[in-house]
């Protein structure tokens, strides 16, 4: 198929609509590699620079991912892609490939740091804990539960709405704060928890990614640390 130089529809529009039609139609599969910018120069008879706008838009609309140093791939569009080393809430991880995050909050509570906590978040023997654990929805598909342990500064997130809201957002947006770095621990578990397979509809022995991390603020003081279990084909994790 060539592109039309005499329209007024741009060449990029063109060729991203095609590569569109190709990624619908089946032509281009689900994590499948497609053909190079130089493939596609010579294919279709454009500018490299045509090539990299519509790769940009298909991009934008989440049918392409490019990863580095590999090519650019059509995207799992059933898979959430996260990148580990960013630190970013799972609300906008959603919202950046055209999903619609959702929260059910299990519990939130005050409670004694325990050794743990106090190790993780270098907190003195008798500290407190603000304690947050949440069902994580993706258009309303139970994707991830979260276990998140707060330093008792995060305390007045007891008094916060965080059903069906984003933590991130509401510490940015009301009370301007952010996080600057986040280390992460990655491993595989298999659910034996009967909670955990009720709330993620899930069978004995189902295989989880669990991520356990330590999120610091930008003055590097530990605010919290943080267990995600995840439903591993409901996700795809990029280190």
Do not use: W
């Not at 069902?135 to 342990?149: H, T």
């Not at 603020?217 to 591993?232: A, E, M, N, T």
């Amino acid at each position: 198929m060539t592109l039309d130089t005499k329209i007024s529809v741009p060449l990029y529009i063109q060729l991203k609509n095609i590569l569109q039609k190709m990624i619908e139609n089946g032509t281009f599969k689900e994590g499948e590699q497609i053909p190079t910018e130089a493939v596609l120069c010579r294919r279709y008879h454009v500018s490299r620079i045509t090539v990299r706008n519509a790769l940009k838009e298909l991009e934008k609309e989440n049918l392409l991912q490019k990863i580095q140093g590999k090519g650019t791939f059509v995207s799992e569009r059933n898979k959430l892609h996260r990148t580990l080393s960013v630190v970013a809430g799972f609300s906008e991880v959603c919202r950046e490939q055209n999903r619609v995050p959702g929260a059910k909050v299990v519990k939130s509570a005050i409670e004694d740091a325990s050794e743990d906590d106090i190790r993780e978040l270098n907190l003195p023997a008798d500290a407190k804990v603000y304690v947050l654990e949440r069902i994580r929805y993706a258009d309303n598909i139970p994707v991830s539960i979260e276990y998140n342990r707060f330093t008792e500064d995060y305390s007045f997130l007891l008094h916060e709405n965080l059903n069906d809201n984003s933590l991130y957002d509401l510490l940015g947006k009301k009370h301007h704060i952010s996080f600057k770095k986040s280390v992460k621990i990655l491993e595989v578990i298999f659910c034996n928890d009967y909670d955990i397979m009720k709330y993620l509809s899930l069978e004995p022995g189902y295989p989880l990614l669990q991520i356990t991390s330590v999120v610091s603020d930008h003055d590097d003081k530990k605010v919290y640390r943080s267990r995600q279990l995840i439903i591993g084909d409901k996700f795809k994790l990029m280190i």
